[in-house]
């Protein structure tokens, strides 16, 4: 596609169920990150992979956090055993690779935990 | 520890005339700064970006400026048109980091509206 798609664009859940976001970057860009925004917040990294490889999985909140990529294609980040402070929303980027600084975001997925 | 700062939550500004949306950062590291424009209900979009080794970049529109010194930079839209109404996030990336390889650290972003 044109741009950085991620799906499901909403998601409710309750607490203590695991949800999985997937994101599907921009052809060719081999670099792929994740982010989350909690609400009247600023963008927080939480990972990225360079190819398939995620080199720093530092950034991720909690070790209920995990995230895969196949390829150089489709990432998906699951949370498991969600908790309220999980709400905000899971935006993705892509860019052509490690070096590049711009970063092309996709609309992001709100998740809320009830 | 906030590393990139937009101390404006809001700033509104008459459509035609200039509206400028100050940042500011503390790691001396950072060598690379965006802006980023984001709609509701939308991703960020790239807007512009500056090496540190330049401390202006025109494009159309749209100049930021950066004052190393200050650790300070600033984005200015002139003239200001109500499509600019959007949040607008400053970010900032260390070389060291290989380009993107710690992400962008994002300010909290300024909500920009331009009144008719």
């Known amino acids: 596609g044109a741009g950085v798609s991620q799906s499901p664009s909403n998601k409710v859940t309750e607490k203590g169920k695991d949800v999985e976001l997937r994101c599907d970057p921009i052809?060719?860009?081999?670099?792929l990150y994740w982010y989350r925004q909690r609400l009247g917040q600023g963008l927080e990294f939480l990972i990225y992979?360079?190819?398939?490889?995620?080199?720093?999985k530092s950034g991720l909140p909690s070790d209920r956090f995990s995230a895969e990529r196949t390829g150089e294609s489709v990432s998906t980040l699951t949370i498991q055993r969600t908790q309220q402070e999980d709400s905000a929303v899971y935006l993705c980027?892509?860019?052509?690779?490690?070096?590049?600084?711009?970063?092309?975001f996709g609309p992001g997925t709100r998740l809320t935990v009830t | 520890d906030q590393q990139v700062k937009q101390n404006s939550p809001s700033l509104s500004v008459q459509e035609g005339r200039i509206s400028i949306l100050n940042c500011d950062y503390t790691?001396?590291?950072?060598?690379?700064f965006l802006w980023y424009k984001k709609y509701p209900a939308e991703g960020p979009t790239f807007l512009i970006s500056?090496?540190?080794?330049?401390d202006k970049n025109e494009d159309g529109r749209f100049t930021v400026f950066l004052n190393k010194s200050a650790k300070h930079l600033s984005l200015h839209i002139v003239p200001s048109q109500p499509g600019d109404s959007a949040v607008y996030f400053c970010?900032?990336?260390?070389?060291?980091?290989?380009?993107?390889?710690?992400?962008?650290?994002f300010g909290k972003g300024t909500h920009l509206i331009i009144q008719p």
């Open positions: 970010a900032a990336s260390a070389s060291n980091s290989g380009g993107g390889a710690d992400g962008l650290t």
């Open positions: 992979f360079q190819g398939n490889s995620a080199p720093d």
């Open positions: 500056i090496s540190s080794i330049k």
């Open positions: 052809s060719g860009h081999t670099a």
């Open positions: 980027a892509s860019s052509r690779d490690i070096a590049a600084y711009e970063q092309y």
């Open positions: 790691n001396s590291m950072f060598d690379y």
